[in-house]
């Protein structure tokens, strides 16, 4: 066998996955009959004008050097502009470019502080329903993740996670607003989050560190600002991307921030930087760096997203189907009518409707909802939705 | 101690080549003569006008969801381009997108190689000297490198590598053209190490993979085409970035090309896509994937850096420096007089010269000129380098 034995594993259970998502390639190609895919967190929404005409700009401009190297942290000016976002909105003082790493998405933000926190066997908590691609992640860097359950709403639940910890728990990984299920983790259970975390770093050789996976931050529909992880927790580092709020994901920008009120984040910091390069993506993408420097303060069209989830919750709420309240993202997270999720998107399927089964976010019983497609799709999807829960 | 030990010891580790740069920063600072920095492999030249305009109609082209995830494989009009451009200059049948993972540069493609290839505890050949995050590369993965000599004239040594293969061999890692010596590796030479290969993967569960980083493979100047490990090896996975072909570094653009004479290289391709992902690159940055699919038979002025390679290769052998003949990339790697790299570094710093040791390539007792600069730079330098000479 050519391949490693881990990614063959991975592999092998990445398959029924792909396998859904090749079930919905087959459909598509089978008849000439719509399908309505609801599985990929792919917006069907063009970026906003003004990161076209910010692109526009930056690939005109004759700016000498502009596709060169630049330090592995990244453009001062980018960063200093992340730092000042992302401080006020924390509304934490003393944040600058010198806590911040422009990096190949969140995902590249979320690799590289697991690359620089972890020694192999060290232990990362990870509430259930969880984003598919953290135990790949804390599995590249010799960590080993350990599930522990939300509340019923699918809130944290700060007394699950302290019962979990060990002397190997170094990194706490949380996804605010949610994928899959939507939810926006409350400021006071982050605060508890917090205490927890703080009384039992005490006394420990290095804290256990908050990390915060943050790419949907800008989309929350309830509040003006989403709840916050800086706020809540000194030993907080804090990834997010332009993914999702410039709507530009293939684009893969991103960046990683450890709070300045971090003892010690000079050190964090440093690691941060060379991890970006030691990995080999060596900085994030020049020009795109250069675009997202000047909107910091921007984000795609909220209402669009405001519109289909309240129309998609209601609808469902008024089926009957079970869904937490989704605050942010632009995920649904309903129960599955009879409790078999793997048996109900088989169901759906055959009505055309495509969507993920809680079971591949460590949550059976459930299923995930995409709301950033057109609404045609949200049209079929419904329908179908009424008459699979009529039955 | 906030951060792992591994990146602990990478940071001291490290830390001299910061301590170098820091110390021409601050040599910049503290006098207003110039200081000739020959350090950093980050040209010194403007891309091509066909590269910018290319950037520009991708910029400025209202494709609908050109920002969008794509395949983690990349975008197969991309994918198609390279396998042609690649599959052309090595003589090779059946090269197709089917092959091709388009990746965050040339360091990204080794990492997803390594990734899909080891066990932990795999052994990586590796020939001396080398470039220097190469040991972090197979780190990352749980690889372990092990160093051969190269011969006198910094050829491959197929005998040493030989030698070094056992039970745990897994890739054998060439650089070539080569950074830091600017050796392009004789087909012959290459041939003969894919004999080694060939003959000690016969009877393995799995063969023993050729990894050929070939950023600089359009970075020739005696032949029209770069010798190619694709020609002498099947089992060849072939890394490459248009970092230097098309002078853009920092937009971290590259791709991993499997040989479709590889027996089962539809597997290793599932790999690279599924390693692309999970190692957090997701893809490569979508707007320059777009960009470089019509730039594949595309070059930066090679006229301009062979000028620079013949001035000071002739001036130095005439100095009486003894410097392995550079047929590509953009870097010298001559001897240092007395055999103290690091004593010779010293002498040249007091000249407001800076070139790298080659302890930092892991053969001391030379030193790396990297000759991508301006002409200014290098008048300075060898003004200094003729000066030591003479003492």
């Given at each position: 066998?050519?391949?490693?034995?881990?990614?063959?594993?991975?592999?092998?259970?990445?398959?029924?996955?792909?396998?859904?998502?090749?079930?919905?390639q087959r459909l598509s190609k089978e008849s000439a009959e719509p399908v309505y895919d609801l599985t990929i967190g792919n917006p069907d929404l063009e970026p906003i004008q003004k990161f076209k005409t910010a692109l526009e700009h930056a690939a005109g401009g004759n700016?000498?050097?502009?596709?060169?190297?630049?330090?592995?942290?990244?453009?001062?000016?980018?960063?200093?502009?992340?730092?000042?976002?992302?401080?006020?909105?924390?509304?934490?003082?003393?944040?600058?470019?010198?806590?911040?790493?422009?990096?190949?998405?969140?995902?590249?933000?979320?690799?590289?502080?697991?690359?620089?926190?972890?020694?192999?066997?060290?232990?990362?908590?990870?509430?259930?329903?969880?984003?598919?691609?953290?135990?790949?992640?804390?599995?590249?860097?010799?960590?080993?993740?350990?599930?522990?359950?939300?509340?019923?709403?699918?809130?944290?639940?700060?007394?699950?996670?302290?019962?979990?910890?060990?002397?190997?728990?170094?990194?706490?990984?949380?996804?605010?607003?949610?994928?899959?299920?939507?939810?926006?983790?409350?400021?006071?259970?982050?605060?508890?989050?917090?205490?927890?975390?703080?009384?039992?770093?005490?006394?420990?050789?290095?804290?256990?560190?908050?990390?915060?996976?943050?790419?949907?931050?800008?989309?929350?529909?309830?509040?003006?600002?989403?709840?916050?992880?800086?706020?809540?927790?000194?030993?907080?580092?804090?990834?997010?991307?332009?993914?999702?709020?410039?709507?530009?994901?293939?684009?893969?920008?991103?960046?990683?921030?450890?709070?300045?009120?971090?003892?010690?984040?000079?050190?964090?910091?440093?690691?941060?930087?060379?991890?970006?390069?030691?990995?080999?993506?060596?900085?994030?993408?020049?020009?795109?760096?250069?675009?997202?420097?000047?909107?910091?303060?921007?984000?795609?069209?909220?209402?669009?997203?405001?519109?289909?989830?309240?129309?998609?919750?209601?609808?469902?709420?008024?089926?009957?189907?079970?869904?937490?309240?989704?605050?942010?993202?632009?995920?649904?997270?309903?129960?599955?009518?009879?409790?078999?999720?793997?048996?109900?998107?088989?169901?759906?399927?055959?009505?055309?409707?495509?969507?993920?089964?809680?079971?591949?976010?460590?949550?059976?019983?459930?299923?995930?909802?995409?709301?950033?497609?057109?609404?045609?799709?949200?049209?079929?999807?419904?329908?179908?939705?009424?008459?699979?829960?009529?039955?």
């Amino acid at each position: 066998m050519p391949i490693s034995k881990q990614l063959s594993e991975y592999l092998k259970r990445g398959s029924w996955i792909r396998n859904l998502f090749e079930e919905g390639q087959r459909l598509s190609k089978e008849s000439a009959e719509p399908v309505y895919d609801l599985t990929i967190g792919n917006p069907d929404l063009e970026p906003i004008q003004k990161f076209k005409t910010a692109l526009e700009h930056a690939a005109g401009g004759n700016v000498p050097g502009a596709h060169k190297y630049m330090a592995n942290a990244g453009y001062e000016e980018t960063r200093e502009a992340v730092a000042q976002s992302v401080g006020r909105d924390a509304g934490l003082d003393g944040c600058s470019k010198d806590q911040v790493v422009m990096t190949v998405g969140a995902a590249g933000a979320i690799n590289v502080a697991l690359k620089v926190l972890l020694n192999p066997g060290d232990e990362v908590i990870v509430s259930r329903p969880y984003f598919v691609e953290y135990q790949f992640y804390a599995e590249n860097h010799g960590g080993k993740v350990v599930f522990v359950d939300t509340k019923a709403d699918f809130d944290l639940d700060p007394q699950a996670i302290e019962a979990a910890i060990t002397d190997k728990t170094k990194v706490v990984l949380i996804n605010n607003p949610n994928n899959p299920s939507g939810v926006v983790y409350p400021q006071q259970t982050l605060d508890e989050v917090g205490d927890v975390l703080r009384r039992h770093s005490a006394g420990r050789e290095a804290p256990i560190f908050l990390l915060d996976d943050a790419p949907y931050r800008k989309l929350v529909y309830d509040m003006d600002l989403c709840t916050s992880s800086l706020k809540a927790y000194e030993n907080t580092l804090f990834a997010s991307s332009h993914s999702k709020d410039l709507g530009i994901p293939g684009e893969r920008i991103g960046f990683l921030l450890i709070s300045p009120r971090c003892q010690g984040w000079q050190r964090v910091f440093a690691g941060m930087a060379f991890a970006n390069r030691c990995l080999g993506f060596v900085n994030a993408p020049a020009l795109m760096q250069r675009v997202v420097a000047s909107l910091q303060d921007d984000v795609i069209d909220l209402d669009w997203y405001r519109k289909k989830r309240d129309r998609i919750y209601s609808a469902l709420t008024e089926l009957g189907y079970q869904t937490p309240y989704p605050g942010g993202a632009f995920y649904l997270f309903p129960k599955a009518p009879g409790g078999d999720d793997m048996a109900f998107i088989e169901t759906l399927k055959a009505k055309r409707v495509l969507v993920v089964p809680g079971t591949g976010f460590g949550q059976p019983g459930y299923f995930r909802i995409a709301y950033c497609v057109k609404d045609e799709t949200i049209d079929g999807a419904l329908q179908a939705l009424a008459a699979v829960m009529r039955k």
